[in-house]
């Protein structure tokens, strides 16, 4: 019997915490108690995300006897391309659930139970379990759990500021820092246990990471006032008879993809994991042209709405380029660091997924450096516009790749190249996400038309699943050429993109001359 929706619907009037957004009266650093729950929340749930996928990559190419899987690099990329874009696609039907369904409240708890399974799937191994289908089916809750967490932990966030303003942008800002101390820790501990102890005991201990995650979400949520609960305003029976047609169409979804993985097994459908990343892409991108297409032509735009969906357009192209080239992080750049990197320090040798933390202390120190950077610049009428910082993002991110290709090409030490290389490389990567990340998600906001926000940023997904997927089949490409040549090639590729997106911002610019 499907369970009643309305027992995830906001309190009634009367109740405690009624109001959307209202929180006890307890505050810390000036903000509400809440922010600090789902801060830790997301820590542990990054915590666990990068702390996994630090190590998939080369857990998946180790050699059986290592305890890895074994995989060739056209294959371990083309499932990391997979795993990785997947996250992002199924944060849009994450959001329609918890808008439609669940409410974020329960979205978000759910969600984080499905990931800790997921990796704890992955572990059983250690026990005597078979590994491959075990490893697949944690892939697969981690990404139906990260779909329904991601995009609405967030939206719980803005939640508990219904007033806005500058509180909640601190707010924001604070969450961010959780992001990123998650994204620091979890290749440290998950990556040293998992490369230097054992593949599975790292995929435990990131389990372990989002089940304290829950922990402190649980224990905090009294913290939360009425923020996440469902509260659409329709009918009881309206929400129940979704629920039932939701959990239908799940289970007949669920059962065409358990015959298609039947099939496949048994080869009576011949696939690879490459074949399956690159019809993703195909199909993406056909069926993204044909939604810009309907919205020009028969989505009711104004003028100057068309000129600005032009402009999301190539800001999605432009963020697709650039996560195909930022997500060689996890899976190129890692296999680097594993096999033809020194990483000798003071007498230890430093695990290759150990260096994934270099990103998100990048990130922590130099966030509010670029922050302080555009608020000086607009003081002075110089601030770069939006498609004038995509442009300076694809170039740094385009230097960096430079700079690793010349480090694998000219290293002369039999024992690698140096680490400073990939540092390096990962300082001017931080830069170019810095000019494009923040900025694209500010901008899709402005420029969207009325009333399709939401499906604009949902694009903004589908841009990163894109350019992940891609990255992915990109690594593969380590098979068939040295480092130093795919890492050039990665570079002219972003580089040419970056000039492009330099020559024509003035054009762009012009198609929106009102949005900063």
Same mark, same amino acid.
Request: charged content about 10%.
């Given at each position: ?5 309305? /027992? ?44 996994? @996928? ?72 250690? #026990? ?38 500058? @509180? ?55 913290? !939360? ?20 047609? #939701?959990?239908?169409? !799940? ?72 996560? /195909? ?18 990483? /000798? ?20 120190? !130099? ?9 000086? !610049? ?23 790749? #430079? ?114």
């Amino acid at each position: 019997m499907t369970k009643d929706p309305t /027992s995830e619907l906001a309190p009634a009037a009367g109740a405690p915490h009624a109001a959307a957004g209202i929180t006890d009266s307890r505050m810390v650093f000036g903000h509400p108690v809440g922010l600090f729950t789902l801060f830790f929340t997301e820590l542990w749930e990054r915590f666990s995300y990068y702390g996994m @996928r630090a190590i998939l990559i080369l857990y998946m190419t180790a050699a059986a006897a290592e305890g890895g899987l074994g995989f060739g690099a056209g294959r371990a990329g083309a499932v990391y391309g997979l795993y990785t874009g997947m996250v992002y696609l199924l944060a849009l039907p994450g959001g329609w659930v918890a808008d439609k369904l669940w409410g974020q409240r329960k979205a978000v708890f759910v969600g984080g139970i499905i990931i800790a399974l997921g990796h704890f799937s992955m572990a059983m191994p250690m #026990f005597g379990l078979p590994e491959l289908p075990l490893f697949y089916f944690g892939l697969l809750l981690i990404v139906i759990g990260t779909g329904l967490l991601k995009p609405n932990v967030s939206t719980m966030v803005g939640d508990l500021y219904p007033e806005g303003g500058a @509180r909640r942008d601190a707010a924001f800002s604070i969450f961010y820092m959780g992001i990123n101390l998650g994204a620091f820790f979890g290749p440290l501990l998950c990556g040293w246990f998992g490369e230097e102890v054992n593949w599975h005991l790292g995929f435990s201990l990131a389990g372990i990471g989002m089940v304290l995650g829950l922990i402190s979400y649980k224990l905090g949520d009294r913290h !939360l006032g009425a923020a996440g609960y469902l509260s659409t305003g329709e009918e009881h029976a309206v929400l129940a008879r979704r629920n039932r047609n #939701f959990y239908a169409t !799940l289970g007949i979804v669920g059962a065409m993809f358990g015959v298609f993985v039947a099939l496949a097994a048994t080869g009576t459908v011949p696939v690879t994991m490459e074949g399956i990343a690159e019809s993703l892409i195909a199909i993406i991108l056909v069926l993204t042209g044909a939604y810009f297409l309907y919205l020009f032509v028969a989505g009711g735009l104004s003028t100057v709405e068309k000129k600005r969906l032009l402009v999301i357009v190539w800001i999605f192209l432009l963020a697709a380029i650039f996560w /195909s080239g930022f997500e060689q992080a996890g899976s190129s750049l890692n296999l680097f660091a594993a096999d033809a990197t020194d990483r /000798s320090l003071g007498g230890l040798e430093i695990p290759a997924s150990v260096l994934q933390s270099i990103n998100p202390i990048f990130i922590i120190l !130099l966030a509010p450096v670029f922050g302080y950077l555009w608020v000086w !610049l607009a003081r002075r009428k110089a601030n770069p516009s939006i498609p004038v910082k995509f442009a300076l993002g694809l170039l740094g991110l385009a230097a960096g790749f #430079f700079v690793i290709a010349w480090g694998a090409a000219n290293s002369t030490d039999p024992a690698g190249a140096s680490m400073a290389w990939l540092v390096v490389t990962y300082f001017l990567h931080t830069c170019g996400e810095l000019c494009l990340s923040p900025v694209g998600l500010s901008s899709i906001t402005k420029l969207a038309p009325r009333g399709r926000v939401g499906q604009m940023m949902g694009i903004w997904f589908i841009a990163a699943a894109l350019g992940n997927v891609f990255a992915g089949l990109v690594a593969g490409g380590v098979e068939e050429t040295a480092y130093g040549p795919l890492f050039q090639q990665v570079a002219i590729y972003i580089g040419v993109a970056g000039l492009l997106a330099l020559v024509l911002a003035p054009l762009v610019r012009r198609l929106a001359p009102d949005v900063e």
